[in-house]
C-alpha cells in the first residue's frame, strides 16, 4: 500500500501551476504595491523580501496589520465580490512580488481541486497568523513586539535556518511595525545588543537567542 505523503502549498508549486499567467517586478524599500481604495483585481506572491500591510483611518492614524515574507500570498480579498483594497500594501526593503490576476487564479482553483485544497489550507494558516499578530499587538510590551518582529522578519521559527539571519530594515519601519515611537526601538535594540541577541553596526544581524529571550521573558 503506497505511503501517504503531507502535500503542502511550495512556491515551486504555485509558480508552475500558474505558468506564464503573472508578471513579476523589483519593489524599492517604501514602495507601495497597492494602496487603500485600489480596486482589488489581483493576488500577490512574494518571491523574496518582505511586504507591510498597514490599514489607514479616516482620522489619519496608520496601523500596521500584517506582516509577509518569502513564499506569503496576499491580496486574497480579490477573489470574493468585487471590492477594493482594505489596506496598503509597501515593500519593507528591496523585494520582488510576483502578481497574479484574479481571473486566473479563479479558473485554476476551479479546474485543480488539489490546488484549491491546499490553496485554502494555506490561507487559513495566514488567517491564524494574522490573529496572533493581532493578540501580539493587545496583550505584548512594545519589546516583545520588537523581538517578534525580528524573529518574524528572520524567519526563525518556521524552518532550519544558520546561527544568525541579516535584514535590511530601518528603526524607522520597525517602529511603525509595532506601533511605538523610533526612540523606543533604539532603547529596545541597544538592550538586545547588549545582551548578545543582535549585533547592531550599520547592518542588523539577529541571533537565534532571541528566540529564547522572547519565550522566557
Same mark, same amino acid.
Given at each position: 500500500?503506497?505511503?501517504?505523503?503531507?502535500?503542502?502549498?511550495?512556491?515551486?508549486?504555485?509558480?508552475?501551476?500558474?505558468?506564464?499567467?503573472?508578471?513579476?517586478?523589483?519593489?524599492?524599500?517604501?514602495?507601495? *504595491?497597492?494602496?487603500?481604495?485600489?480596486?482589488?483585481?489581483?493576488?500577490?506572491?512574494?518571491?523574496?523580501?518582505?511586504?507591510?500591510?498597514?490599514?489607514?483611518?479616516k482620522?489619519?492614524?496608520?496601523?500596521?496589520?500584517?506582516?509577509?515574507?518569502?513564499?506569503?500570498?496576499?491580496?486574497?480579498?480579490?477573489?470574493?465580490?468585487?471590492?477594493?483594497r482594505?489596506?496598503?500594501?509597501?515593500?519593507?526593503?528591496?523585494?520582488?512580488?510576483?502578481?497574479?490576476?484574479?481571473?486566473?487564479?479563479?479558473?485554476? *482553483?476551479?479546474?485543480?481541486?488539489? @490546488?484549491?485544497?491546499?490553496? *485554502?489550507?494555506?490561507?487559513?494558516?495566514?488567517?491564524?497568523? *494574522?490573529e496572533?499578530?493581532?493578540?501580539?499587538?493587545?496583550?505584548?510590551?512594545?519589546?516583545?513586539?520588537?523581538?517578534?518582529?525580528?524573529?518574524?522578519?528572520?524567519? @526563525?521559527?518556521?524552518?532550519?535556518?544558520?546561527?544568525?539571519?541579516?535584514?535590511?530594515?530601518?528603526?524607522?519601519?520597525?517602529?511603525?511595525?509595532?506601533?511605538?515611537?523610533?526612540?523606543?526601538?533604539?532603547f529596545f535594540?541597544?538592550? @538586545?545588543?547588549?545582551?548578545?541577541?543582535i549585533?547592531?553596526?550599520?547592518?542588523?544581524?539577529?541571533?537565534?537567542?532571541?528566540?529564547?529571550?522572547?519565550?522566557?521573558?
Open positions: 500500500m503506497p505511503s501517504k505523503r503531507t502535500l503542502t502549498l511550495n512556491a515551486r508549486m504555485f509558480l508552475k501551476r500558474i505558468g506564464s499567467h503573472k508578471t513579476s517586478r523589483e519593489y524599492r524599500n517604501n514602495e507601495v *504595491i497597492f494602496s487603500q481604495g485600489d480596486a482589488a483585481d489581483a493576488m500577490f506572491y512574494v518571491e523574496a523580501g518582505n511586504v507591510k500591510l498597514t490599514v489607514l483611518s482620522r489619519g492614524k496608520k496601523a500596521v496589520i500584517a506582516i509577509f515574507r518569502q513564499g506569503d500570498f496576499f491580496g486574497e480579498g480579490c477573489l470574493g465580490t468585487p471590492s477594493l482594505m489596506s496598503t500594501a509597501t515593500a519593507v526593503h528591496l523585494s520582488t512580488i510576483t502578481r497574479v490576476k484574479k481571473a486566473t487564479i479563479v479558473r485554476i *482553483i476551479h479546474k485543480d481541486p488539489v @490546488f484549491a485544497r491546499l490553496f *485554502i489550507t494555506h490561507l487559513l494558516s495566514r488567517v491564524v497568523r *494574522i496572533e499578530d493581532l493578540l501580539d499587538q493587545l496583550f505584548n510590551s512594545s519589546e516583545k513586539r520588537l523581538a517578534r518582529t525580528l524573529l518574524l522578519l528572520a524567519r @526563525f521559527g518556521t524552518r532550519s535556518k544558520p546561527h544568525s539571519a541579516i535584514l535590511k530594515v530601518s528603526q524607522g519601519t520597525l517602529a511603525e511595525m509595532i506601533g511605538t515611537t523610533r526612540p523606543r526601538v533604539s535594540m541597544n538592550r @538586545f545588543r547588549k545582551l548578545g541577541l549585533d547592531y553596526n550599520g547592518s542588523l544581524r539577529v541571533h537565534r537567542e532571541l528566540l529564547t529571550f522572547l519565550l522566557h521573558e
